[in-house]
């Protein structure tokens, strides 16, 4: 039921197959309900763009690459010393990303500009 939301062929279907959503699983799970019904401006929001971006503007691929990329340069390091010693790792690798990422242009986004 949640696929027919994002899936939906414009906002106004979204809407109404979030108000199917929400009458079938109110009752079972209500406070999911309601941080979805407040945050579904955002989660909706790739349906101002063109139609052929929805695809890549509402998945999460490039969140879940960092993710990997974490898990690839930490795994190595079975000990660490402390939770700090942790946190110095990700930041690190965090940081890079920033740096790297700070003047890239995706091409996909200044096409359609």
């Known amino acids: 039921m949640a696929q027919a939301i994002y899936r939906a062929d414009g906002e106004r279907e979204a809407r109404q197959a ?40 509402r998945t999460t691929n490039i969140i879940e690459r960092c993710f990997v990329k974490v898990r690839r340069r930490t795994r190595p390091m079975v000990c660490f010393v402390n939770a700090a010693s942790v946190d110095r790792i990700i930041f690190s690798i965090f940081n890079r990303f920033n740096e790297q990422w700070w003047n890239r242009t995706f091409r996909l986004f200044t096409e359609t500009a």
């Open 18 to 57: 979030f108000e199917t959503f929400r009458l079938h699983w109110q009752a079972v799970n209500p406070t999911m309900v309601r941080k979805l019904g407040e945050d579904l401006p955002e989660l909706l929001a790739f349906f101002y763009f063109p139609r052929y971006l929805w695809r890549q503007l």
